[in-house]
């Protein structure tokens, strides 16, 4: 049975950083392009950052440089460090491959 499942999110003032994990089963993700999407309140779900299979990492234009995406392979296991966390990247954070999605983890930046 396939499943991803989010954490690593909560409330962090601006300037700061959260990791988000996303744990997952029923398949290997370091064979698959794996994704961080978010979608903010009364927007649609963008793409925030991807890993290919051999590595290769894509960003959106306004998290490049403040975020990472990675993965741990030995844990199934991909992550998204978030740092310089802005109020506009306040959202539901969901990991996605294989057109497979996980619950969604929620991201709040505010003071």
């Known amino acids: 049975q396939v499943q991803l499942v989010e954490s690593g999110g909560g409330l962090v003032q601006p300037g700061g950083s959260l990791r988000l994990s996303c744990a997952a089963s029923?398949?290997?993700?370091?064979?698959?392009?794996m994704g961080w999407y978010r979608q903010a309140p009364g927007k649609q779900r963008e793409l925030v950052a991807r890993?290919?299979?051999?590595?290769?990492?894509n960003y959106a234009d306004s998290v490049k440089d403040r975020f990472t995406i990675s993965r741990d392979n030995a844990k199934n296991t991909l992550y998204l460090q978030m740092n310089s966390l802005k109020p506009e990247d306040t959202a539901v954070y969901y990991c996605?491959?294989?057109?497979?999605w996980g619950q969604g983890t929620q991201v709040t930046v505010s003071s």
């Open positions: 029923g398949f290997i993700i370091s064979i698959y392009t």
């Open positions: 996605s491959g294989v057109n497979y």
């Open positions: 890993i290919t299979r051999p590595g290769t990492t």
